[in-house]
């Protein structure tokens, strides 16, 4: 099992969800709020009021190969606006 | 220009409370105003504005000042950002351009009440309408914006999706901010011509409590611009340059145009301060959707960090001093 | 039935904004109250209902009509989830029914206060301590809801807990909104027995705010309300028609019965809004604790999406026109 | 040593927080306000003024065998509300 | 000491809202009220307080009365610390005896308010300036506190960054909570000397919301003491004995130099109550910072868990009964 | 490449961006609002209101050697308010 985490403008949330959708991930989990950098661009806390965003952090726990099927349109949502995605090991308890 | 007006204007609490907001972070003190909290005024602000405007402008109902008024305020909206956009192409690339210009054509709402805030102080009488100008102004700087940027940039944007005029509108007038102002514009006349009642029940909320509010919000956007200031050093002098020039100059068209339509001087003052005003809220969350290739913390930190408190603290009685002189002069 | 009062219903600041909310999900706007906000503007509107109606309650004493109406209001909490639940049975399995029998059984608060303000533009009068039937008709619904689980359901739940009568009486009666309420109502009577001049001191808080906030809190439920609609489709048919149809059959029941107890009609008003709003915090929250098996979906979506919009919108004037119908007939 | 995710409605948290100090955790992170989605329910923000309860992570770094000694309680309390648990490798640094 | 003041003080909104929130938690009720939210009405209630005190100060001006009273308050807020300290020493070591000595010495802005609305509950007059004193009573202790720490910790404090005294004066005079009741005093001062139309635009917000902003705080603080109170357990029976003794003494020693200062009742009272009252924000905030050795939940408990709502509930009373007692007494 | 978990006290927040600035760190993510238990301490959310500060909860992902280069000074910013600090695998998607 792996676990995928996703991290980019909480703007783009709807993208992302709609792409997990469309592979039947078997769920995920969405925090909001985040901020920090990247190699471009600083998310602060004030872009939550001024309607700019700040970031999102998705975790989906799902096989290798839902992964590999979303690869693409996950690239593509985060080249975007910008936006980090990372696959580790995990195991189920 | 006398510096008596300038004093009185910084020794109003709203922009008392926004220097202590900007001198805390000066003094590294922890005050911080957490998320959501500073949503929570800005939303408030927008539909205590918007309400109470859409009341003012049943009230008054259309006479002859209202359209020419409206007209040229969505003129300046058109012409700021084109200037804007021709100056800032000297050093930007055409995404930071526009989405720089466009926040400069738009306006902000939370000058606009300062403005109302310093007017009411100097006992200078403004017309209702005036809000349906701020309104009216919000919007068409975005259009031209992401047109600019439709016509302007590379045929071949790789990293942008493609940009049809249906999102334009969209992003337009269906932005979060936008479109609590005008709807709670509309609520706000509605309940004036069908429901006056309704009227002196909302008053507590979006009117007595407004100018408090008002002032936590200032508190906030203190903080905020202090924090922000510093980021725009690695803007650039150019574009530290232009937040405080390009506000100066628009005021000075502006006055012009508000002489030209015989304004009073309260009307006058609100109309430059509008032209005079960038947006912080709308067009830069419409440019981050639609123009990932512009730099955020270019037109959020110029808007936010300069020129919101240039406008704030000296640029409204700057304007103020500018309509006393122009406006009184023989007609053209 | 005339159209005009339900134009003039839709026409107030808190329908309007709830408008404005539903809207904003429909155009695609990204107007957002965001968490917890909403939580604030639900706290704020159940202790002012609460403090508002103990002072009331204090103030009007117990007069002939209390005890009836109270019993009688209790009454419709107990029997509407049973007629309720039977209807549901020929769908849903028991967990689905008893749980959304038991919302339906249960009140809303803001269309309680809703109604309120649609009798104050109507200029009908009512009495304060209808906010005790409100009260009292929290909690009996999940009392009811969670014995339908218990003795309904099969002997053998495998995901479940016991759930004993010391659960089901802690989460009927110490759920957070219910609490809040009750004790709120509580602190509004001792207030005003024994303390009167802190009524005044409050009243700012509790009384003039109250509207702005209302029609705060209506605008984001719009937004909500909106959101959660479209989830219905998944629902199916039954639960849609259930959705509308449950709250005029309660409606008509509860306009029976407000004539049998011969209420006038701003408390007929009352009491059939409050047989036929159903809740969307006190019981679904209880029932999310208590019966797992239930889908929060079904009984969430139903009440936010569609009965609260339907209630506000178009069920407190159709109410009104039942009330102006009903009651004044010759005795029974 | 581990890293124990833990998903789940925060309306669970008190029984899985008891859970974790029965067996004797060094620590444990709790991060509230997530939404999302598991194979059966859909987590909303509008269930966090409703008193429904969105959802909450928690974080666990310990060893093996506390997660061992954890396993049947914490299935136990996730089955009730639903919920998921991994488990990953990870090192101090 | 008559019972009658006591439950006067309890049946006031603010202490039933108090107990409510208390009583919540011990009934297992699940009401909550979620963060940021107790920041906001905890940031409103400093600038309220802050901006009314400056108000009443600029209005009252320096009387012969404020200096010395001004001064007596600085000397409590040295003095204290260093009593407590040798009393903790018995039990806990340096750092926790210095940072519990220091929430002592400070004070808590919400027991003041609270004591304010007794008095004018019981119809007792006090003076503007009074809030001066509680400003000034913020910091001084926390700088006793680190200096204690400088002085008498062990030279190698291994886990901790050196102490200089510009961190210490930062700490104490740059807290958040310090900052903004101190920068809002000023911004009513000014308010009120240049600007007073200002003060009539902030008073529905400062003013008439106050009341019931304290009552929406004070439930929250019910929940959190509540819930604080049973950590107390693990710090044992010296600290618990410490939390009550603590304000008694300082209320005695209180009462006897308001007396030596000729202080009417009322100011009297919040003389006492200044003394009596421990900090929970400036000085756990500055310690949690500096003091890492110390453990915050054994300051934080104590002064959030036990005598905060002790002072509310049963102090505020006692210490009145106290002032009643002694300062009528023949000239000492 | 790696996964850089780091959770500690908010008011700390300052200077574990510093250091991760100073090493030149990619990108970081932070969240607040984070409550929980550590060996010593527990951080409650009540702590948000009184300037106590909860735990802010930083996510680094980047290749090993700059950990390495980060490690002192990271484990001395955490022995002050204290804090944990683990490292996991993790492949860019
Ligand atoms: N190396 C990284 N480690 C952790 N988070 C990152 C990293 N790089 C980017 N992020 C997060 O991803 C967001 C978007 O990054 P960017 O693509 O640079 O705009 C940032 O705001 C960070 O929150
Ligand atoms: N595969 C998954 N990956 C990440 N989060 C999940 C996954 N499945 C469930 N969750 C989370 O666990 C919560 C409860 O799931 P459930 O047990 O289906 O009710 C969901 O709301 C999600 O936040
Ligand atoms: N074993 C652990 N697992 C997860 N989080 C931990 C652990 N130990 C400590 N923490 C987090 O780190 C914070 C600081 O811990 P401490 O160093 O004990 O004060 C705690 O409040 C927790 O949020
Ligand atoms: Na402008
Ligand atoms: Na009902
Ligand atoms: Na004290």
Do not use: W
Request: hydrophobic share 50%.
């Amino acid at each position: 099992m792996k676990r995928l985490d996703l991290i980019f403008s909480e703007r783009e949330l709807d993208a992302i969800i709609k792409t997990l959708e469309k592979a039947n991930v078997p769920g995920y989990t969405v925090m909001k709020h985040a901020t920090g950098r990247g190699p471009e661009r600083v998310v602060t806390e004030d872009m939550e009021f001024t309607g700019l965003g700040s970031n999102a952090h998705v975790i989906v726990f799902c096989e290798q190969e839902l992964i590999d099927k979303m690869r693409d349109n996950i690239r593509d949502d985060l080249s975007y606006y910008g936006g980090v995605a990372y696959i580790s090991e995990a195991t189920p308890l | 220009m006398e510096i008596n007006p300038i004093l009185q204007n910084v020794l109003a609490p709203p922009v008392l409370f926004f220097l202590i907001g900007a001198i805390s972070v000066l003094f590294k003190s922890d005050l911080e105003i957490p998320a959501p909290l500073p949503k929570l005024f800005s939303l408030y602000l927008l539909l205590a504005i918007g309400f109470k405007g859409g009341i003012e402008i049943q009230k008054s109902g259309f006479t002859d000042q209202v359209l020419p008024t409206l007209s040229a305020a969505i003129l300046m909206s058109l012409v700021i950002p084109l200037i804007g956009f021709l100056i800032l192409r000297f050093k930007f690339d055409v995404f930071n351009s526009a989405a720089i210009a466009a926040a400069y054509g738009s306006i902000s709402a939370v000058t606009f009440i300062s403005a109302e805030s310093f007017l009411e102080s100097q006992k200078i009488a403004f017309d209702g309408f005036m809000v349906g100008a701020l309104a009216l102004m919000e919007s068409p700087a975005i259009i031209v914006g992401l047109l600019l940027v439709k016509f302007a940039a590379p045929q071949n944007r790789p990293k942008s999706r493609k940009m049809h005029l249906s999102a334009i509108l969209h992003e337009s007038l269906l932005n979060g901010s936008v479109y609590l102002l005008l709807s709670s514009l509309i609520v706000g006349f509605l309940t004036a011509s069908s429901n006056p009642s309704g009227i002196a029940k909302m008053e507590p909320f979006t009117g007595q409590l407004f100018y408090g509010a008002e002032c936590f919000f200032l508190l906030d956007m203190g903080i905020v611009a202090a924090q922000r200031l510093p980021r725009l050093k690695n803007a650039g002098s150019f574009l530290i340059g232009f937040a405080i020039f390009m506000p100066l100059f628009n005021a000075f068209i502006g006055v012009f145009v508000a002489r030209f339509l015989s304004l009073g001087p309260g009307n006058s003052l609100l109309f430059v301060v509008l032209c005079a005003s960038a947006s912080y809220l709308a067009v830069p969350a419409a440019m981050r959707m639609t123009v990932p290739e512009a730099k955020s913390s270019y037109y959020i930190s110029t808007t936010l960090g300069l020129t919101f408190p240039f406008n704030i603290v000296l640029g409204i009685p700057i304007y103020m001093s500018l309509v006393n002189t122009i406006i009184p002069l023989s007609p053209l």
